[in-house]
Every structure is written in structure tokens, then in C-alpha cells.
């Protein structure tokens, strides 16, 4: 399977400031053009929802302070100007293979 | 617009089976796949396996294959997923999520179903 490692494991930052959260796959992504990267937000309670496919691609209604970038190996979500609701943990998915497998979170929360 | 409502919450005892239903709405069933993932506490979020809603292919995780089934009933546009032999480390929530295809991300998710397994 391929791995996923997302750091940091926390972050803390301060409201209006930029956040971000960076995923390294154990192998490569990157096919057709196109990376088998997704983003996801998990709020406590509540089942994780779609931020960003295909590494840099926002889901309808996703608000435009969350962008995501990187190809092949090493990606990155970043919220440019943190907003009390995105507190989270944050969670990077590979789907290049069947067996997709995702990272272990990244708790964000508000310094 | 699409809805993924699953079963509620279980209780089992070691050794038991839980069978964990999902019921879509607001799309066409058979053109998606459903995937079914779960998060033990504290954990992250681990694949358990996919069907393809229309031709009833399936695929799943090397860790469960031994002991997953999931199933689906296009007529009630609803998936299953039935884990066997339970032990206490598959105490966690139990998610189903849609997916364009086998390789794909989810884009939809159920609300999730807590399984409790204790004796």
C-alpha cells in the first residue's frame, strides 16, 4: 500500500494568519496528468468532508482561502487567512490505487 | 442533493457479526461507487473496501478481506457492509462515501455508525 505522512502531527496558528499542511506519499501520484491527491476536513463528530481533489482542484462550495498544490510526491494544503470554523484535523488521501490509504491527520487549531 | 443515511449505532459481543446499512438519495445509484471506510477512536481514517453499485463488483482492503462482505440492493439504493468474527479493536465508526469510480475520491459521506464490540 502506499503510505502517507502528513506533518505536522499539530498546528496552532492565529486567526487571519496562513496554515499549512504539507503530505508526502510513499511513491508517486502522478498519472494521465493528473495527481490521485484529495483533501479532506474532519470537524469532531462529523464524517470528513471533500476539500480538494486531484492535489490542487476545489470541491463546489469550498471557500477559495483553501488551496492545495504539490505533484508526484510531496503536496500541501494551505488556508491563507484561518477563520474560527476551520479549526480541524485535516487529512491528505491517496486514490491512485484501488486501495486508496490516507495520511494520519494534522490537527489545526487557533494559537 | 445527494444523501448517504446509514443504520445506527451497535453494540456486539466478540466473535459477533454487524452488518451496517447505507442508503443513498439525490443521484443515480447504480452509476457510483460506494466506499466504506472506518476511524477507530483517535485514529486515522482507514479503506475497508468498495462496491461498484452497478455491477456489484467488489474490492477490499488486504487487512479485512477475511472478514468484510459488502453487498448492495439496487432496488433499495442502498449498500452494505458486514464485518465478521468482531474483535474489540473494531470498536470505531463506520463510514460509507461515494466515489465516481474504483479510483477515486469521496465526495459524499454518510453521517457514520459507531460499532461497540465488547463482551
Given at each position: 500500500d502506499i503510505v502517507m505522512t502528513q506533518s505536522p502531527d499539530s498546528l496552532a496558528v492565529s486567526l487571519g494568519e496562513r496554515a499549512t499542511i504539507n503530505c508526502k506519499s510513499s511513491q508517486s501520484l502522478f498519472s494521465n496528468n493528473r495527481d490521485y491527491l484529495g483533501w479532506y476536513q474532519q470537524k469532531p463528530g462529523q464524517p470528513p468532508k471533500l476539500l480538494i481533489y486531484g492535489a490542487s482542484t476545489r470541491e463546489?462550495?469550498?471557500?477559495?482561502r483553501f488551496t492545495g498544490s504539490g505533484s508526484g510526491t510531496d503536496f500541501s494544503l494551505t488556508i491563507s487567512t484561518l477563520q474560527a470554523e476551520d479549526v480541524a484535523v485535516y487529512y491528505c488521501q491517496q486514490y491512485y490505487t484501488i486501495t486508496q490509504t490516507f495520511g494520519q491527520g494534522t490537527k489545526l487549531e487557533i494559537k | 442533493q445527494v444523501q448517504l443515511v446509514q443504520s445506527g449505532a451497535e453494540v456486539k459481543k466478540p466473535g459477533a457479526s454487524v452488518k451496517v446499512s447505507c442508503k443513498a438519495s439525490g443521484y443515480i445509484f447504480t452509476r457510483y461507487v460506494v466506499h466504506w471506510v472506518c476511524q477507530a477512536p483517535g485514529q486515522r481514517l482507514e479503506w475497508m473496501g468498495w462496491i461498484n453499485a452497478g455491477n456489484g463488483n467488489t474490492q477490499y482492503s488486504s487487512k479485512f478481506q477475511d472478514r468484510v462482505t459488502i453487498t448492495r440492493d439496487t432496488s433499495a439504493n442502498t449498500a452494505y457492509m458486514e464485518l465478521h468474527n468482531l474483535r474489540s479493536e473494531d470498536t470505531a465508526v463506520y463510514y460509507c462515501a461515494r466515489g465516481i469510480g474504483s479510483g477515486s475520491y469521496d465526495d459524499y459521506w454518510g453521517q457514520g455508525t459507531l460499532v461497540t464490540v465488547s463482551s
Open positions: 463546489s462550495g469550498v471557500p477559495d | -
